[in-house]
């Protein structure tokens, strides 16, 4: 898995696989944004299979889903309250989508 890390709190990547979540947890993740609605491609694990992997790690799972350059206020906000709140507990964030390209369109919107 290529992650990009946009700060100390948040990192980005493309889709998460479920063998990756380890990965994630290891590298002190505690909380995983998708940014990927179901069904964008055949490909995809579904949100509810890996959102429940995920939680089986311990990791909080938040579904932000969100069309490229489709994403509500509401969205950028309760993604800025997460990450606030994340830094503030000096925990990290993982967001994925197809590329991670929206999940840092989201962070710079919620900036």
């Known amino acids: 898995m290529r992650i990009m ?16 979540l380890a990965e994630l947890k290891a590298n002190g993740v505690t ?11 055949q490909d995809q694990v579904a949100f509810e299979t890996l959102s429940a992997a995920a939680e089986a790690l311990g990791i909080t799972v938040v579904n932000l889903p969100f069309k490229s350059g489709e994403q509500t206020d509401a969205q950028v906000q309760k993604f800025a309250d997460l990450l606030d709140e994340a830094q503030a507990k000096s925990e990290k ?18 900036a």
Do not use: F, K, M
């Open 31 to 41: 909380s995983l944004v998708c940014n990927r609605p179901d069904g964008e491609s």
């Open 93 to 110: 964030v993982h967001a994925y989508c197809r590329t991670g390209n929206r999940s840092t369109c989201l962070w710079s919107a919620a």
């Open 5 to 20: 890390t946009l700060n100390t709190t948040l990192t980005v990547s493309a889709q998460v696989e479920i063998e990756e």
